[in-house]
C-alpha cells in the first residue's frame, strides 16, 4: 500500500510507469524500483529458495541478500529491489516449477528435509553407479538460479573503460563524502563511486550507479556501471563502504516479513510504502531500533521492542502461516504481527579492504571482524573500519521450534553446519566448502560473521580463534557481458578482401587472416591454372626487408642454405630452424641490392621470424635493419600457361623468359603501379608474384582481371592451391611439419650446406646425420581413390608406422596424392604401404618426385 | 641497387592506358559516417638510425632512440625520403590512420594514459601509435587491421549517441 506523499521521497508521482510481473501490469512511479512497486502492488513472496524452495520476501532492499532475485526481459538473477523500473519491462519469477505462490518444488521442504542434508548429493545419489547418469540430470534441472536466454543475441554494447585517478572514494556515505571533498579541497582529482544515487559534490566526478567489485594489484579497482566496467588505476583508495546489517538466526527466520531494518526504511522513506499492519522490532544495536520511528510514521502498529542491549531473549521464534509470518514468540510471549523487523548489529564490509591486503581480526567484545594494518594507499573511513556506535553480541542462535537459517542463500542451517563439524570439517574454509556458506548470491554479506560464532560455539572456542574465510572479487554481483566487455576480435584483411566477398568466396581464417577458401569450385580453379590462368591474392605471406652492410652475412648465419653468394636479380628458397634443428618456417629470398634482401615468410609465421631475426641481430650485433614490410605490400601471384602473356600486356619491360628467368626478382611498373616482380612457382605452373603498396590492391587486382578476360583468367582460393602445391610436393610448415622436424628427415637435405662455418642449428643437424632418424616425409599416391584424412594412420606389419599429413584428389592427375611421414626402411619409390581409411586398410605407393612435372620443366618455361 | 620504389605508392603512373587509383583500408567501414576520419591517405616514413639528428619540417614521432615515424602530406613523401637521415622508409601503405574525437571513447580503445602521449600500445588488441590534439586522437596501425578497428572505433563512438 502506497502511503500519502512523505518529505523526502524518491519516487515521483506525476507519471506513472508500467511493467508486467509475470503477465500482469503493474503500475510503479519513476523513482521506483520494481521491488518496490511489487510490494507496493501487495506482491509479499518475490522469490523461492534456492534448495528447500520455500517462500521468501523482501529482507533487505539493498541489493545485498538473494531474496528478490527474478528475471527481468529475460536477464536472470536481477535483484529486483534496486533495479529500477522501467516502462514496458517484462518481469518474471525464477527457480519456480509453477508459480511464486504456488511452487510444486517446494515438496523438497515438506518431505525432503531429512532427506537432502548439507552434502547429501555426493552420499545418496552415488549408487547404483549406472543411475547417476539420470540423477545428475536430474539435479542439473534443479540446482543453479535462473536460466540464461540461449537464444539472446547482443541487445546492449558492453565497454570496458581505462581511468586514472589521484583518489578513487568508494561509497558515497557521510564518510565517504567528506573523505572525497577533502581531497579535492587538496587539489587532487577525485572519482567517487556508489551504487545509489550521491548528490553532487564540488570538484569530485561522481559515478553513480556504479559499484567497486574488487581491489587488485597496482591499485586496480574495477567498477561495474551497467553497461561498462571502468578499470581504475588510483593512486589512493578511499573505502567507505559501510556496514551492512546482519540478520539473526532464530526459528523462522527466513519467513516473509522478517525484514532487516534498513529494508523497511527504504520502504518507507523512499518509496512511501506500509511495510505491514502490525511489527515486533529485535535489534542488538540503537540503528534498528530507530526503525520504529519510520513504522510509527507509516501507520504501522509496533507492537513490541526488544532490545539486546538490555536483555537477551533465551528463547526467540517465529511462527509462519504458508511461508509468512503470523507471530512472534519471545520467552514464551506470543506477539501477533506480519512484520518482524530484526538486526544483530552491523558488520563492518571490509571485504575491499581484505582484498587489498588489509588484516582482518575478530573484535570479541563487539562481536564483528574488523579490518586491521591497512596497505599503503589504501584507507578505510567511516563504518567500514569500525567506527560504529555500541552494540550487543546476539546470540549465535536463539532456540525454539523449527529451522534456524544461517545461509538463506543456499538454505543451509544450523544444524547442516552441526553436522559438518560432526563429520570433520574442522576448519572454517573447508566447512565453507562443504556447507557453501558464504559461497551464495550474498557472498557472505549476511552469513559470514553469524557462521563464524556458530562455528566458534560448536568448537567451544572464542570465535577469534576461528579466522576467516578469503574475500574474493567479485565483491559485488557483476553481469557476464560487463566482465567480457567489448568482444574483440581482431582479424587481418589484405587490401583486396572485399573484393574477394563480392567475387562470391567462402572465407576461411588462417591464423588471424581472413583469406578465401575458394569461389566455389576448388577443384575446377586448381584445373584451370594448370589449363589456363588463375590468380591468387597472397598478401598474408610474410614480408621482411633486410638490408645494412652485414644482410648477405646475417642471412647465411640464419638460414642452413647459403645467401652470400646469391646474385643480385635473384631469388632462392630457404628453410628456417631453429638453434635444435627443426624446422620453423620457410619461404623466398630475393636478393634486390647488394645489401638488400627481400624475405617472404609463411602467411601464420611472419611474426615469430621478425622476432627471431630480432632477436638474433640483437645477439650478433650486425649492421642490419629488419623492417616488416607485411602489411605495407600486397602480393598477387598471376600463375598458370598464360600467365606471361598477361603481364606483357601490362608493363614495358622484357617478359620473355630471358627477360624475367624462373627465380628473378625484377622491379618493374605493372599496369603503371611499382612492383617487385618474383618469378616463383609454389603451384608448380608459370607464375609472377607482384608485390606492391597496399593501397593499390583493389586496382591491381580488377586491372589483371579485365585485361586478362579473353585470357579466360581465374581467381582461385586457398585451397586449389594447397592441390596445386602438393603435386609439386610443396611442404606447408605446421602442415607436413611438426615441432620435430628436421630438414634431413623432411627429404630436403641439399638445402643443409654442413660445409658453411656455422649457421642457426648447424650442430643439431649433424647430430640428426650422425644418429640418422626414425622418420621421413615422402609422397604417396593411392591405388584407389580414396581419400584418407589428414593424420590418418600408416599401417606397417599390423602396427601404426606412420601419419599422413597432406592428401587430396588430384582433379588435373585424376588421383588421390599426398604427403606422410615414414619409417625410412620404407622411403623407396614405389613402396607399398597401407593406410587407414575409414576403418579399411587402403593400399598406397611411395613416391618421392613430385606428381606434376618433376623436372620443373614447366616452371622454367 | 634498389631504391625500394615498390614501396611507394606515389611513383604510380598514369598513362599509356592506365589510371591507377589507390584505397583507403577503412573506405568501407567509415563509408556513411562522421564521428571518425580516415588518415590513411597521409605520408608515413620510418626512420631507422639517429632519429635526434631528424631535422625537417614534419610531424616527427619518436618510438625508440633509434626509431621514428615522421607523418607528412602526401605529396611530401618523396621529397623527405631524400632528406631524412639514416635510412628512410617509405610506409604510407603499411599504416592505416584514424582520427577519432572524445577522450571517453579513446579510453574504451586503450589502456594508455592519455595524458602521456604520444605513446605506442594497443588500441582494441591492434599494435598502434596514438598522438594526441587536445580532444582529439590519432592512432596509427598496421593497415592489414584497418576493416576492424574502423569497425570497433565507428561502434565505440556510436556507444556515445
Keep these: 500500500m502506497r502511503l500519502p506523499h512523505r518529505e523526502g521521497e524518491r519516487i515521483d508521482r506525476s507519471r506513472v510507469v508500467t511493467f508486467s510481473f509475470e503477465g500482469d501490469r503493474v503500475e510503479a512511479f519513476p523513482g521506483d524500483t520494481i521491488g518496490s512497486a511489487l510490494y507496493a502492488a501487495g506482491r509479499r513472496v518475490f522469490s523461492r529458495s534456492f534448495k528447500y524452495h520455500r517462500p521468501r520476501g523482501l529482507l533487505c532492499c539493498s541489493g545485498a541478500c538473494p531474496n528478490c532475485m527474478m528475471a527481468v526481459d529475460r536477464r536472470p538473477n536481477v535483484r529486483v529491489c534496486v533495479e529500477p523500473v522501467r516502462e514496458g519491462a517484462r518481469v518474471r519469477a525464477q527457480n519456480v516449477l509453477g508459480s511464486l505462490d504456488r511452487d510444486f518444488l517446494s515438496v523438497v521442504d515438506k518431505v525432503g528435509g531429512p532427506f537432502t542434508p548439507v552434502g547429501f548429493y555426493y552420499r545418496t545419489m552415488i549408487r547404483p553407479r549406472r543411475l547417476w547418469p539420470y540423477y545428475e540430470r536430474f539435479l542439473r534441472n534443479v540446482a543453479g538460479l535462473g536460466r540464461l536466454d540461449q537464444h539472446a543475441r547482443r541487445s546492449r554494447r558492453f565497454d570496458t573503460e581505462h581511468r586514472r585517478a589521484e583518489v578513487l572514494v568508494v561509497g558515497g556515505g557521510r564518510a565517504g563524502v567528506d573523505a572525497a571533498r577533502a581531497a579535492a579541497r587538496d587539489g587532487l582529482q577525485v572519482v567517487l563511486v556508489d551504487e545509489r544515487e550521491v548528490t553532487p559534490i564540488e570538484g569530485v566526478e561522481v559515478l553513480t550507479p556504479a559499484r567497486a567489485i574488487g581491489v587488485y594489484e597496482g591499485g586496480l579497482v574495477p567498477v561495474d556501471a551497467g553497461d561498462v566496467l571502468y578499470r581504475f588505476r588510483a593512486e589512493r583508495i578511499v573505502i567507505a563502504a559501510g556496514a551492512i546489517e546482519q540478520p539473526l538466526i532464530f526459528p523462522g527466520n527466513d519467513l516473509v516479513g522478517v525484514m532487516l531494518p534498513e529494508g523497511v526504511r527504504r520502504l518507507v522513506r523512499d518509496f512511501s510504502v506500509k511495510p505491514g499492519e502490525a511489527a515486533m522490532v529485535v535489534s542488538a544495536d540503537a540503528a534498528g531500533l530507530e526503525v520504529g520511528e519510520d513504522l510509527r510514521a507509516a501507520g504501522v502498529e509496533v507492537a513490541e521492542t526488544i532490545d539486546l542491549r538490555d536483555r537477551q531473549p533465551r528463547e526467540l521464534f517465529a511462527h509462519g502461516r504458508r511461508g509468512r509470518v503470523r507471530s512472534v514468540v519471545v520467552d514464551g510471549r506470543e506477539t501477533v504481527c506480519d512484520l518482524l523487523v530484526m538486526s544483530g548489529g552491523r558488520q563492518p564490509a571490509y571485504s575491499l579492504l581484505a582484498q587489498a591486503g588489509a588484516r582482518v581480526e575478530y573484535d570479541s567484545s563487539r562481536g564483528i571482524l574488523v579490518p586491521r594494518e591497512l596497505p599503503a594507499g589504501v584507507e578505510a573511513v567511516g563504518t567500514v573500519a569500525g567506527e560504529l556506535e555500541p552494540a550487543a553480541v546476539p546470540a549465535e542462535s536463539y532456540g525454539g521450534d523449527g529451522r534456524c537459517f544461517l545461509c538463506i542463500c543456499e538454505d543451509v542451517t544450523e544444524k547442516d553446519v552441526k553436522r559438518a563439524i560432526a563429520e570433520g570439517f574442522d576448519s572454517i574454509e573447508l566447512a565453507k566448502r562443504y556447507t557453501t556458506v558464504t559461497m551464495g548470491p550474498c557472498q557472505g554479506r549476511l552469513c559470514h560473521v553469524p557462521s563464524i560464532r556458530l562455528f566458534a560455539r560448536e568448537h567451544e572456542t572464542d570465535a577469534g580463534s576461528i579466522g576467516t574465510t578469503t574475500a574474493r572479487p567479485p565483491w559485488a554481483p557483476v553481469s557476464l557481458g560487463v566482465l567480457a566487455g567489448r568482444g574483440h576480435e581482431p582479424a587481418k584483411r589484405t587490401s583486396i578482401h572485399h573484393r574477394h566477398k563480392e567475387l562470391g568466396a567462402t572465407m576461411m581464417w588462417t591464423g588471424m587472416w581472413r583469406r578465401p577458401h575458394s569461389y566455389g569450385d576448388p577443384e575446377g580453379e586448381a584445373r584451370h591454372v594448370h589449363e589456363a590462368l588463375g590468380l591468387i591474392d597472397v598478401s598474408t605471406l610474410g614480408k621482411l626487408l633486410v638490408a645494412g652492410p652485414d644482410a648477405a652475412a646475417f642471412l647465411e648465419m640464419l638460414y642452413p642454405n647459403r645467401f652470400a653468394d646469391l646474385k643480385v636479380g635473384r631469388i632462392r628458397y630457404g628453410v628456417l630452424q631453429t638453434d635444435a634443428g627443426r624446422i620453423m618456417d620457410d619461404g623466398t629470398i630475393g636478393r634486390i641490392g647488394e645489401d638488400h634482401f627481400y624475405v617472404t615468410t609463411t602467411s601464420t609465421g611472419a611474426d615469430t621470424v621478425i622476432e627471431w631475426f630480432e632477436w638474433w641481430n640483437a645477439v650478433w650485433r650486425m649492421d642490419v635493419e629488419i623492417v616488416n614490410l607485411t602489411g605495407a605490400l600486397c602480393a598477387v601471384n598471376a600463375a598458370g600457361p598464360r600467365a606471361r602473356e598477361l603481364l606483357g600486356r601490362l608493363t614495358d619491360v622484357d617478359v620473355s623468359n630471358e627477360g624475367i628467368r624462373y627465380l628473378d626478382a625484377k622491379e618493374a611498373h605493372v599496369a603503371g603501379v611499382p612492383c617487385l616482380i618474383l618469378r616463383i612457382g609454389f603451384v608448380g605452373e608459370l607464375g609472377y608474384e607482384l608485390h606492391f603498396p597496399s593501397p593499390y590492391g583493389e586496382y591491381l587486382w580488377d586491372t589483371l582481371l579485365e585485361r586478362g578476360a579473353d585470357l579466360d583468367i581465374r581467381p582461385f582460393g586457398l585451397e586449389p592451391q594447397r592441390i596445386l602445391r602438393l603435386e609439386k610436393m610443396h611442404i606447408l610448415v605446421g602442415q607436413d611439419t611438426d615441432s620435430e622436424s628436421n630438414v634431413l628427415a623432411a627429404g630436403m637435405p641439399w638445402i643443409a650446406k654442413l660445409d658453411k662455418d656455422d649457421f642457426v642449428g648447424k650442430w643439431a643437424l649433424e647430430q640428426v646425420g650422425e644418429r640418422g632418424f626414425r622418420e621421413q616425409l615422402v609422397g604417396f599416391e593411392m591405388a584407389n581413390g580414396t581419400v584418407p584424412l589428414e593424420g590418418g594412420q600408416i599401417v606397417v606389419d599390423g602396427r601404426p608406422g606412420g601419419r599422413v599429413t597432406s592428401a587430396r584428389l588430384s582433379p588435373h592427375l585424376g588421383r588421390t596424392i599426398g604427403m606422410a611421414w615414414v619409417p625410412p626402411a620404407l622411403a623407396e619409390e614405389d613402396t607399398e604401404i597401407r593406410i587407414k581409411v575409414d576403418g579399411r586398410l587402403e593400399p598406397a605407393r611411395i613416391r618421392l618426385k613430385p606428381f606434376f612435372d618433376p623436372d620443373g620443366e614447366r616452371l622454367r618455361s | ?161
Design chain 2, 1 to 161: 641497387m634498389s631504391d625500394l620504389g615498390f614501396l611507394s605508392p606515389d611513383r604510380a603512373r598514369a598513362g599509356v592506358g592506365f589510371e591507377p587509383w589507390f584505397a583507403s583500408p577503412l573506405a568501407r567501414a567509415l563509408a556513411g559516417q562522421t564521428a571518425v576520419r580516415d588518415l590513411s591517405g597521409l605520408g608515413k616514413i620510418e626512420v631507422r638510425g639517429d632519429v635526434e639528428a631528424i631535422d625537417v619540417d614534419a610531424e616527427v614521432v619518436r618510438i625508440t632512440p633509434r626509431r621514428a615515424l615522421v607523418l607528412c602530406d602526401y605529396e611530401r613523401r618523396a621529397d623527405l625520403v631524400e632528406r631524412l637521415p639514416g635510412m628512410a622508409i617509405d610506409m604510407t601503405g603499411a599504416l592505416a590512420g584514424l582520427e577519432l574525437v572524445g577522450e571517453r571513447a579513446t579510453r574504451r580503445l586503450t589502456d594508455l594514459d592519455l595524458e602521456a602521449l604520444p605513446a605506442a600500445g594497443k588500441v582494441a588488441e591492434v599494435p598502434a601509435i596514438v598522438l594526441r590534439d587536445g580532444d582529439s586522437f590519432r592512432i596509427f596501425f598496421p593497415q592489414e587491421y584497418g576493416h576492424y578497428l574502423a569497425e570497433v572505433v565507428v561502434d565505440a563512438a556510436e556507444g556515445f549517441r
